[in-house]
């Protein structure tokens, strides 16, 4: 039996990445990010021939006249929407369903009874999977700031890799929801509700203005004036607030794992 409460963890690091790496799935992520990324410029910077080719170029004229100027800022917003629409989504339903699969493997018994410590087995596979989407993203997030800049000059990195860090957190932030109700009981029903409920807080949670101001769900607003380089009213408490969430759900899902009666399957 592990002694140490974190025993094997640099251990199970290096197994989780190398399977990780070689996973079909993360290049799968990664080659829909790239296409969210590029055509989110394009479809910002041929938003109008698009329209003409789908509606009468009379009303397409029109809707276009009635849209924002075409800019970086735009592009940047159109990314940031591809990202938390579709990519911070899809990271959600895959975290979900990998966390109950990962935590009901057969070899899991033995391994703990061997050389890992559940609290390590549990903070190894969050950390592996949050910095894996955290990359991908971020890599998206480049190659949109890079062919931003071919049609729009002295377009800033800055702001979309800022924005799309902060997503990044919101992510990091779910997941460690996800895992936290894994602990508790491995049900990939509970963890899908966790996660889509954590997510469509994110989404909706910035209506409400006190929210937007002193709690978590402000970040997404937060992450909208990063894309487009505005000031924002809201204040650092959602940032702080965010921080000891993640702090809470990470111990908690820590706790819930090393209590979980062998075998988890």
């Known amino acids: 039996m592990p002694t140490s409460r974190f025993a094997g963890f640099y251990r199970i690091i290096r197994i989780i990445t190398v399977q990780q790496i070689r996973s079909l799935s993360t290049y799968v992520f990664l080659g829909c990010a790239l296409l969210m990324a590029l055509s989110a410029v394009l479809t910002t910077v041929y938003r109008q021939e698009i329209m003409s080719a789908l509606v009468d170029p009379t009303l397409a004229s029109t809707l276009s006249d009635q849209m924002p ?3 970086w800022p735009e592009s940047y ?3 940031v929407k591809n990202l938390n629409q579709i990519l911070v989504l899809g990271g959600v339903i895959v975290v979900s369903i ?8 057969g070899s899991l018994a033995f391994l703990l009874s061997r050389f890992l410590s559940r609290p ?15 990359i991908i993203f971020l890599i998206g997030a480049f190659l949109a700031g890079v062919i931003t800049t071919l049609f729009f000059d002295n377009s800033p990195l800055l702001p979309i890799m800022g924005a799309t860090m902060l997503w990044g957190f919101i992510f990091s932030l779910i997941s460690a929801a996800i895992y936290c109700a894994t602990g508790i009981k491995r049900s990939l029903g509970l963890n899908i509700i966790t996660g889509l409920g954590l997510y469509f807080l994110f989404q909706l949670g910035g209506m409400w203005t006190w929210a937007k101001t002193h709690t978590p769900f402000g970040l997404s607003d937060i992450a909208h004036h990063l894309a ?3 000031t924002t009213d809201s204040s650092f408490l959602p940032i702080v607030s965010s921080l000891l969430l993640l ?6 899902s820590l706790y819930s794992f090393s209590r979980a009666e062998l075998p988890l399957d």
């Open 69 to 71: 100027t075409a800019s």
């Open 77 to 79: 917003t159109a990314w």
């Open 98 to 105: 990998s966390a109950q699969r990962d935590f009901r493997s």
């Open 120 to 134: 390590a087995f549990a903070l190894a596979h969050f950390l592996v999977s949050t910095i894996t989407f955290l």
């Open 228 to 230: 487009t380089d505005t």
């Open 247 to 252: 702090v809470i759900f990470i111990f908690a």
